[in-house]
């Protein structure tokens, strides 16, 4: 009965201490992110607001979003692409970077993902703000 117990708190002492990660694969956390973007270039804000967890979307409205938007392309200029796309973990969230070049500027559009897959932050940063390491090339 002692062993029963050991291994009892030993288990519940990993799960316990096991910090709670987003479900979403690297490849489908990267895609949303890209989706995301996507639909800013779109006008689509009530596609980003449903991928929104409840904080986000109280916190950030359709309008605020579109807002956002317009300031980043009036202030960097037209959008160009995509130059690199990183993920990891930050605390206990997953998080995706999107290394964005614009005509004036590159910057860095991050995404935060709950334990749901939901966006819980997102944010446009200069490109040295950027958190996670680069992608090291083969």
Do not use: C, H, Y
């Not at 929104?52 to 979003?65: C, N, R």
């Not at 997953?94 to 819980?120: N, Y």
């Amino acid at each position: 009965m002692k062993k029963i117990s050991v291994v009892t708190a030993a288990i519940l002492a990993t799960v316990l201490s096991t910090p709670a990660f987003a479900q979403l694969t690297k490849e489908a956390a990267i895609a949303k992110l890209e989706t995301i973007l996507k639909n800013l270039q779109e006008g689509k804000a009530a596609d980003i607001v449903k991928e929104f967890d409840a904080q986000m979307t109280a916190a950030v409205p359709e309008e605020k979003l579109l807002g956002g938007w317009t300031g980043v392309t009036s202030q960097f200029g037209a959008f160009k692409g995509v130059t690199e796309r990183r993920e990891g973990q930050v605390k206990d969230r997953q998080v995706v970077e999107l290394i964005v070049a614009f005509e004036k500027e590159t910057i860095v559009l991050r995404a935060a993902f709950d334990t749901a897959g939901k966006v819980s932050g997102l944010v446009f940063r200069p490109a040295s703000a950027a958190v996670l390491p680069p992608v090291k090339q083969p």
